[in-house]
């Protein structure tokens, strides 16, 4: 695993998911409304969140990262990242911990949480993510992953709605 391309994932991340999120409640066809993600975190920690949902495409990389808002104060943090700096088109994508040394097609997942003094920073391992909709300012699909930390394991599921606009 190339530990710069995860070292520059949770900076950006941080960096990238600093300037918050408005609420953004489900349109009337239950569909994500943009800027928008559902996600359920099983495992080693247990957390059913929602939140904000934005990329950013620069040379040489590409972050979707996904800032849980409810429930408030919930510790998470969620982010999958590739080499490439193009919104994904329509298709499937492979998540895992080489997907940085791999390919610019494929993705690597993090999932970051944080309990009083304590926190982990798991790495995909294995799982996918598929593009339902794409277009040059906004793209929709669902992610599933197993990250893992030392010992401890999670698997990660959820949907997106992200564009290109921070989540005010």
């Given at each position: 695993m190339n530990r710069f391309f995860v070292s520059a994932l949770i900076a950006l991340s941080t960096l990238t998911l600093s300037f918050g999120c408005e609420d953004k409640s489900m349109n009337p066809e239950d569909e994500l409304a943009p800027n928008s993600f559902e996600a359920t975190i099983s495992g080693a920690v247990n957390l059913n969140v929602k939140g904000c949902a934005s990329y950013i495409g620069q040379t040489g990389f590409f972050l979707l990262g996904l800032n849980p808002t409810e429930p408030a104060n919930?510790?998470?943090?969620?982010?999958?990242?590739?080499?490439s700096s193009s919104v994904p088109a329509v298709g499937t994508y492979q998540i895992s911990e080489d997907a940085a040394s791999a390919s610019s097609r494929d993705f690597i997942g993090l999932f970051a949480y944080t309990e009083g003094q304590s926190s982990d920073t798991y790495i995909s391992q294995s799982g996918t993510l598929t593009v339902t909709a794409s277009a040059s300012d906004s793209f929709k699909g669902r992610f599933d992953f197993t990250a893992t930390m030392d010992t401890k394991t999670v698997t990660v599921s959820g949907e997106f709605h992200a564009t290109s606009s921070f989540c005010r």
């Open positions: 919930n510790g998470a943090l969620l982010s999958l990242a590739r080499e």
